[in-house]
């Protein structure tokens, strides 16, 4: 891994020297921001990218600079997916099965943050459903996609420090509703299923990663509120300047899509994988005091226990078993990498 890369770099100085041509991507949530620039990134070094978006309409405007600086044989491609329905998700990894084109690296970078209390289609919190349980369902239906040693990178957030999933109280039935717990609680989800991804997929070198792209000023904040946005920025900077620190800087969009393409293409598979990342590099645990611009990853985050149980109230959530391959000792594969059987002819399951 190239350590001139950092918090300031950028996607083309990451990408470049790289080449993707025929190289094959799925990227969720490219209507805007850090997917549009991640995708634009790409298809402009070779690949092939397949983007997702709930508003399609919205996406061709936002991606047509991704058409216009596509090199090399780059591409894209928009279908149709939102991560608020289960039966969006499911019906847009059909079609993708279908098609049978595989992929090298799915970056799963939809989302969104400190929404207010709500449910998805399917009835479970807004943030959690779509942030995690519409990217589990997805992810796993078309693992058998994801070729032999690549990759699946989740774009996470330091926002993971908020909170931890809670896994007999997820739908905030009897917790008062938080806007930042809620999303503390997807994001650190979705590091616990890269994690768990990772330990089932590795056998046949695909590995799974999760990030934080950094402050980046996006649609992404919109609930939070520009005011309030404003007063946690001078807050931060009084704290800073109190330690002799520099002040806060947002980052450019293409700072914030930089380490989503350092993960997927140019950081060492076994270093990054079952770990997180920020600023193009991997983090270390910090449990001790922290600030809300310091580096570092929570342990509950990367805890292989608490990852499993996610996955096993997952799976009983969405009303879905997935399968994982499995190598026998000499070499041979005991299970195929593809859904297993629905629990309850596959109805989710509406959290109490």
Request: with cysteine; proline share 4%.
């Amino acid at each position: 891994m190239a350590a001139s890369f950092g918090a300031t770099s950028t996607t083309d100085e990451v990408l470049a020297g790289v080449e993707l041509n025929g190289k094959r991507v799925l990227v969720t949530g490219v209507s805007a921001g850090l997917g549009a620039e991640t995708a634009r990134a790409l298809a402009a070094h070779g690949a092939q990218v397949v983007g997702t978006a709930r508003d399609l309409a919205k996406a061709e405007k936002a991606t047509a600079v991704v058409r216009d600086q596509a090199a090399h044989g780059g591409s894209l491609e928009l279908v149709a997916l939102d991560l608020a329905s289960l039966a969006s998700v499911r019906a847009c990894a059909d079609a993708l099965l279908v098609d049978g084109r595989p992929f090298d690296v799915v970056i799963a970078n939809a989302g969104v943050m400190a929404t207010p209390l709500g449910r998805t289609a399917d009835g479970f919190e807004t943030q959690f459903g779509t942030n995690h349980l519409g990217h589990f369902v997805l992810v796993n239906r078309i693992a058998s996609l994801i070729r032999d040693g690549g990759r699946l990178v989740m774009v996470a957030s330091a926002g993971h420090r908020y909170a931890e999933p809670d896994l007999d109280d997820p739908g905030f039935a009897r917790t008062p509703y938080d806007p930042m717990v809620a999303y503390g609680r997807s994001k650190t989800a979705n590091i616990q299923f890269a994690l768990e991804f990772d330990r089932r997929h590795r056998t046949r070198g695909v590995r799974a990663t999760a990030l934080h792209p950094g402050g980046i000023q996006t649609e992404l904040g919109r609930h939070v509120g520009q005011g309030a946005m404003a007063e946690r920025v001078e807050r931060i900077n009084a704290d800073l300047a109190a330690a002799g620190k520099p002040a806060f800087a947002w980052k450019t969009i293409p700072q914030g899509a930089a380490t989503s393409v350092w993960a997927a293409f140019v950081a060492r598979a076994e270093a990054v994988g079952g770990r997180y990342c920020e600023n193009c590099h991997v983090s270390e645990i910090t449990d001790g005091l922290i600030t809300p611009v310091s580096e570092g990853v929570r342990s509950y985050a990367l805890d292989p226990e608490r990852a499993r149980a996610l996955w096993s109230k997952s799976e009983d959530l969405v009303g879905e078993r997935f399968c994982h391959r499995i190598q026998a000792a000499s070499g041979q594969t005991l299970k195929a990498n593809i859904a297993c059987l629905p629990l309850e002819s596959g109805v989710s399951k509406r959290p109490g």
